[in-house]
T-cell receptor, first 120, second 114 residues
Framework: AQKVTQAQTEISVVEKEDVTLDCVYETRDTTYYLFWYKQPPSGELVFLIRRNSFDEQNEISGRYSWNFQKSTSSFNFTITASQVVDSAVYFCALSEAVRNYGGSQGNLIFGKGTKLSVKP | NAGVTQTPKFQVLKTGQSMTLQCAQDMNHNSMYWYRQDPGMGLRLIYYSASEGTTDKGEVPNGYNVSRLNKREFSLRLESAAPSQTSVYFC?????????????FGSGTRLTVV
């Protein structure tokens, strides 16, 4: 069965520090997709990134970067020079390739989230 | 560009009351989902509709029913609300049942059952 583990429940940093949010996943499928979502204090869920299992290249978007390592089943998220506006709950999620209708296979499975607090 | 619209945003129910949470998307997506979010539990799938005319149970379906009214609308009904259903509910949609492109989420409904 698929599973996503975000071991860090809460992280607190001071502005301008770098911070890494960990995500470890379990899947038996060879084709799958990984995601990160941000949930700011206002409550909405904001899509950050999608990565498929065949693309292990790291990705950078401004102050955000993602490190995908299939060997350790991890998809970690780093914020460089954190800012107060980065304060949010961050969710890692996994979807597997769909084989059958019915059941939850193919749906998006979320980790429990990491609450990041960036203090000025 | 409304995306996914949920109503209401807030609701307080008494134990045993019923209510329907409404969700509509204007992106011509085929698949729709209902999640609940509880502290320390992340988001858990309640029900989903892979396409118009189909619905299936997710991880935590007990106490809920759903209706895929048409391609745009997917409602969640609590027939007899219980305090354990106090939660934040999110509706989401995706282009297809293959969640490869991720989901677009509504802004959530905060439900309190007293």
């Amino acid at each position: 069965a698929q599973k996503v583990t975000q071991a860090q429940t809460e992280i607190s940093v001071v502005e301008k520090e770098d911070v890494t949010l960990d995500c470890v996943y379990e899947t038996r499928d060879t084709t799958y997709y990984l995601f990160w979502y941000k949930q700011p204090p206002s409550g909405e869920l904001v899509f950050l990134i999608r990565r498929n299992s065949f693309d292990e290249q790291n990705e950078i978007s401004g102050r955000y970067s993602w490190n995908f390592q299939k060997s350790t089943s991890s998809f970690n998220f780093t914020i460089t020079a954190s800012q107060v506006v980065d304060s949010a709950v961050y969710f890692c999620a996994l979807s597997e390739a769909v084989r059958n209708y019915g059941g939850s296979q193919g749906n998006l499975i979320f980790g429990k989230g990491t609450k990041l607090s960036v203090k000025p | 560009n409304a995306g996914v619209t949920q109503t209401p945003k807030f609701q307080v129910l008494k134990t045993g009351q019923s209510m329907t949470l409404q969700c509509a998307q204007d992106m011509n997506h085929n698949s729709m989902y209902w999640y609940r979010q509880d502290p320390g539990m992340g988001l858990r799938l309640i029900y989903y509709s892979a396409s118009e005319g189909t619905t299936d149970k997710g991880e935590v379906p007990n106490g809920y029913n759903v209706s895929r009214l048409n391609k745009r609308e997917f409602s969640l009904r609590l027939e007899s609300a219980a305090p354990s259903q106090t939660s934040v509910y999110f509706c989401a949609s995706s282009i297809s049942f293959r969640a490869n492109y991720g989901y677009t989420f509504g802004s959530g409904t905060r439900l309190t059952v007293v």
